[in-house]
């Protein structure tokens, strides 16, 4: 397996993030090779029959009452907002 | 006074001795003075310290029984503290101000523990070597030359230096234990789910786990005895009792079962490293225990699967900086996907994005079954290895880490060799087993550790052979040179 | 060449739950609310946070799996499916992917020619909803509110088993119903509690195999649906038979223009990598839980639309309208009650015609009527006991509507109380008779259309008060052979 220079911009427009232009473009392409060989070593296993574990704990989830715990906490989590307008969080203009 | 345990200052600061405030004033000072070699602190609570500090001794006056009243410590900056930056070692948390505590932070401060400030960790707890932080590299106290061992590190150097007496740490591959083993300290990282996670900022939910690095197993206990239980905000911490550590401390190792895996013996362990082990066996043995070999035939394939689940996690828990609700966001975004790309291509440094990147890849449509799929399936592999070994031993012992702490800029260039570096610690975590790292030794002027790893929910049995190795050996004791003082 | 199409319809159905928290936080889910006033650390992705799912979310969920017969997972699953968009926080969404809650299950209902139609259920999942984006020029930016964000949706996903714009529309109202009696939604559509999306296809007739389909989104009201999918089947039918291709893509309905256009230009191909939530851990159903949740179902729609059928002889089609919405099955039942029992069908005929039409054209809801459900019941209660004719009914029906009276003041106070008095009545008749001597004569010598011109002579020198059964029996009496 090796990666591409178009492979890994397209993974980067996945993860909306911008690999060039911030110092580390060159080796990233390397880096990136050297360590998905590292783990496709995990083919190798025998995992036939084995369940998949997403969780290392064989429990059971635990529910919450519906109860509204929060107060309006608006002006303070605005207030770490990098732009905000009349209460709104800000972005370029979102196009349809 | 700094370089005493927290067992030590509680009894000093009940005898009224020592006040918390004039105890919190040494540190501080500490720090001032010594930090700047270390780079161990990305934030000092000044104020906050000293005012909850004569708060305490007032609480004191008043026989307030909280049971680490007044005692200083600090939190990796992977904690958010309420009106306190918590940058989690990135750029792009830089000018982020918690407006939440932690509910570790919340325990510990109800304990009455001060909050010194917040320690340097590699950016989101990425890296085993604080290489990674935004705010530069922590230097290991026994060699200023030396990494500290991440992502932990500055939790670890600020302990060892005697600049706290004791920190709060998160492990998710081995960012405790490596870092605690690295410096000379015991590092506890708990069961999944024995410690909340709610205010832990996420790295990979399903590893990462919080716990103390502190000079002894006496003050892990002391201080997992306050941040251990069930929490409502956190639906996956376990609602199992939280036991009395500090009682279990002294019992009996006379007949303690030790398995002994042969596959943590093997090439690219330093042969100083495999002799303290050895000695710490002997010296085990003689208080009663017994050793065996064991197996844990898919070690092997730890890294590489860590190395897809983790990454898998990561990359979608680490979307939600994106510029909008907090957090760094690039200069004059062009348009939506400007300010995506910008804000996090500027704001994650190389490791987090290689990580990303990885996550994003193991989980895109054609890769997820080859890869995430086949880790989670090797993940059981490796729990159920432990899980067979446990049913023949009490407690798996070996190295820490393969070797002392390495040059800074030694392992930066190839991220997999940095990888290997949690060779031995980063199964537990996939597993989700409770672990301990303790002094077992030195190889030249650095400290090297012995990782004990024990059945789920049996932090109490590692910290009762810690303490008692701790009563025979005096690896704990040493201090750097340059920080005894 | 003359190929007939088929139509293949499958309907994606958002309900929003009426909890009074969200599904992974404690924060309010109040409609209208301040923009970001209901949108606390949690719902907003901060750094650190954790979601904890709402049981009361999941009861719901499980609710509705009952009602339709389908099966409840014991151990199902939270998934995220990620991807970038500015309402959503955490960049990405809790939903479910491979593990729903409830699985299987279907949906009955009856088309207008009073046949019924089967819908399969796929499946019906929890998730969170998505903030909004508000357009309004804030200077080349848009504004973000994200007191919607976290909001449980239960997502519910038909087999494309539609055939037509009409049936997708019955459906809709069907399930529209079904939820509102179970109480698990207000399904108010204005506000997005119920919102449906389209996946549309054609085929030749006698194919087997699927044709391309569009999926129309957020159409969200009834009306609409129906033109959207009907315009959509066209535009199809005429790519497919001009030689054209249709292309998989999602389309928006524009309710102005009446048209479809296409929506997706932004994002070539998804790609959500969905895996499973390591922040939630299975969610196990016991037996218990879902015997007791059953405890709590109520007649469903079908089964009181059998039982007005059985208990109250109505036809299929009146029970099938009365049983629409819960809280006009609840008034016709509580009309029948005040009207003593005497008459449900007639009750029927009042509620549907007459109240029914009333309320259409002041726009006013059930659950609005001017008029209760004690007050009509009165009415037809005199109807029933002779006190008032039929025709004086809808009289007091009209000041019924418009004043707070009960039935009885009001045939008290103007009088309108039928005269079933025989005396009186032959008097009137008498008096007819004598009035209209030709008519009399002609319709002795076999004119018999002309005995309703006595009749309603009778009836108007009443007032209309007059019993209309016994002014026809002394008629005819009088009238002779």
């Not at chain 2, 410096?183 to 990462?208: E, Q």
């Not at chain 2, 890849?361 to 446990?390: C, E, H, M, P």
């Not at chain 3, 009443?462 to 016994?470: R, V």
Request: proline content about 5%; some cysteine.
């Amino acid at each position: 397996m090796s990666f591409s220079r178009e492979a890994i911009l397209h993974l980067a427009h996945l993860a909306r993030l911008s690999v060039e232009n911030t110092g580390d473009d060159d080796s990233i392409q390397d880096d990136l090779n050297r360590i998905v060989t590292m783990v496709g070593q995990i083919s190798a296993a025998n995992t036939e029959g084995i369940e998949p574990m997403a969780h290392p704990l064989d429990t059971i989830q635990r529910l919450r009452l519906d109860i509204i715990t929060e107060t309006n906490e608006r002006e303070i989590l605005l207030a770490l907002a990098p732009k905000t307008a009349a209460g709104l969080f800000l972005v370029p203009t979102v196009i349809e | 006074m700094h370089t005493k345990t927290i067992a030590e200052l509680l009894k000093i600061l009940d005898k009224g001795e020592c006040s918390s405030e004039e105890l919190t004033k040494i540190y501080l000072a500490r720090i001032q003075k010594l930090d700047k070699t270390l780079n161990s602190f990305i934030t000092i609570t000044e104020e906050f310290a000293l005012s909850a500090a004569r708060i305490a001794d007032e609480k004191r006056r008043k026989e307030d029984k909280a049971p680490l009243l007044g005692v200083p410590i600090a939190h990796k900056d992977i904690f958010c503290t309420q009106g306190i930056k918590t940058s989690c070692g990135s750029k792009m948390l830089d000018n982020f101000i918690s407006p939440y505590d932690a509910t570790i932070v919340t325990k510990l401060k109800e304990a009455g523990t001060i909050l010194l400030g917040k320690t340097n960790m590699d950016e989101f707890a990425m890296g085993s070597s604080n290489e990674t932080s935004f705010y530069g590299p922590v230097h290991n106290p026994w060699d200023p030359a030396l990494v500290a061992g991440g992502s932990s590190g500055g939790s670890a150097a600020a302990v060892a230096a005697n600049l706290t007496p004791a920190a709060t740490g998160t492990d998710t591959g081995g960012s405790i234990r490596q870092p605690a083993a690295l410096c000379g300290l015991t590092g506890l990282k708990p069961t999944y789910g024995r410690v909340s996670r709610y205010g832990m900022i996420a790295f990979a939910s399903s590893l990462d786990q919080a716990g103390p690095l502190a000079k002894t197993a006496e003050d892990c206990a002391l201080l997992l005895q306050a941040m251990a239980g069930v929490d409502i905000k956190d639906s996956t911490s376990i609602d199992n009792p939280v036991p009395n550590y500090n009682t279990m401390l002294n019992n009996s190792l006379e007949g303690l079962k030790i398995g002994l895996p042969k596959e943590f013996f093997g090439e690219g362990l330093h042969p100083e490293v495999e002799m303290a082990v050895q000695n710490a066996l002997k010296t085990l043995e003689k208080m009663g225990a017994k050793v065996f070999d064991i197996e844990l035939p898919n070690t092997k394939l730890a890294i590489p699967t860590y190395y897809v689940i983790a990454p898998a996690e990561c990359s979608s828990n680490l979307s939600r900086y994106d510029g909008v609700r907090f957090g760094y966001r690039c200069d004059n975004p062009q348009n939506l996907e400007d300010l995506y790309k910008r804000s996090r291509g500027e704001g994650f440094g190389p490791e987090v994005k290689r990580r990303i990147l990885i996550g994003t890849y193991v989980l895109s449509a054609g890769y997820f079954d080859a890869y995430y799929v086949q880790a989670q399936k090797v993940r059981k592999l490796i729990t159920t290895d432990f899980i067979n070994a446990f049913s023949k031993v009490d407690v798996i012992l070996g190295p820490t880490t393969p070797s002392p702490a390495f040059n800074i800029g030694e392992k930066t260039k190839d991220p997999v060799s940095m990888y290997l570096c949690d060779i031995y610690t980063i199964s537990v975590n996939l597993a989700g087993l409770p672990a301990l790292s303790m002094p077992g030794g030195f190889v030249q002027q650095c400290p090297i550790g012995i990782q004990l790893i024990g059945n789920y929910f049996e932090e109490g049995k590692l910290l009762n052979i810690a303490h008692q190795f701790q009563q025979l050996t005096d690896w704990h004791q040493k201090t750097p040179l340059t920080f005894k003082e | 060449m003359n190929t007939s199409w088929e139509t293949v319809i499958g309907l994606e159905v958002h309900v929003q739950l009426i909890t009074k928290s969200k599904l992974f936080s404690g924060a309010a889910t109040a409609f209208g609310a301040e923009p970001n006033s209901q949108a606390c650390a949690i719902d907003l992705g901060l750094p650190g946070v954790l979601p904890v799912l709402n049981e009361t979310a999941l009861k719901m969920a499980i609710k509705f799996g009952l009602s339709i017969g389908a099966s409840i997972a014991p151990k199902s699953v939270f998934a995220r499916k990620n991807y970038f968009y500015p309402d959503l926080p955490k960049g990405y969404q809790i939903s479910q992917y491979e593990f729903p809650i409830v699985s299987g299950g279907s949906l009955s209902f009856t088309l207008e020619d009073n046949t019924t139609k089967q819908i399969r259920i796929t499946r019906a999942h929890l998730e969170e909803d998505a903030g909004k984006s508000l357009h309004e020029d804030f200077h080349g930016f848009s504004g973000i509110d994200l007191n919607r964000a976290g909001i449980p949706l239960l997502e519910i996903v038909s087999e494309p088993e539609l055939r037509s714009a009409k049936e997708a529309v019955a459906y809709l109202k069907t399930l529209h119903a079904l939820i509102r009696y179970l109480e698990i939604s207000d399904g108010n559509m204005q506000e997005g509690s119920f919102r449906c999306d389209a996946n549309v296809s054609v085929r030749p007739s006698h194919q087997t195999k699927l044709g391309t389909r569009a999926e129309i989104k957020n159409v969200n009201s009834f009306r609409f649906v129906e033109r959207a999918i009907n315009y959509e089947i066209e535009r199809q039918i005429d790519i497919l038979e001009n030689g054209g291709t249709v292309i998989q893509e999602t389309r928006l309905y524009d309710a102005n223009k009446d048209e479809t256009r296409s929506l997706r230009a932004k994002e070539q191909a998804n790609d959500y990598r969905y895996f499973p939530d390591p922040d939630l851990l299975p969610i196990i159903v016991s037996a218990d839980l879902i015997k007791e949740i059953r405890k709590t179902l109520p007649e469903l729609p079908r089964e009181k639309s059998e039982r007005f059928e059985r208990d109250y002889g109505l036809s299929a089609y009146d029970a099938n309208v009365l049983t629409a919405t819960k809280e006009l099955a609840d008034f016709f039942e509580q009309t029948v009650q005040a009207s003593y029992q005497s008459e449900p069908k007639l009750c029927a005929n009042w509620v549907m015609v007459d109240l029914l039409g009333a309320l259409n054209k002041t726009n006013l809801d059930i659950t609005e009527s001017p008029i209760s459900p004690e007050r009509l019941g009165g009415l037809i209660r005199r109807i029933h006991d002779k006190t008032i004719s039929g025709k004086i009914a809808k009289t007091i029906f009209e000041k019924l509507l418009c004043e707070k009276e009960d039935v009885d003041t009001i045939i008290e106070k103007q009088g309108l109380k039928q005269v079933t008095d025989t005396t009186a009545i032959e008097a009137l008749i008498d008096e007819v008779i004598a009035k209209n001597p030709h008519q009399v004569a002609d319709y002795k010598s076999g004119k018999d259309k002309l005995f309703g011109f006595f009749v309603g002579q009778v009836m108007k020198a009443s007032q209309g008060k007059a019993n209309p059964e016994q002014v026809n029996e002394i008629l005819k009496h009088k009238l002779g052979p």
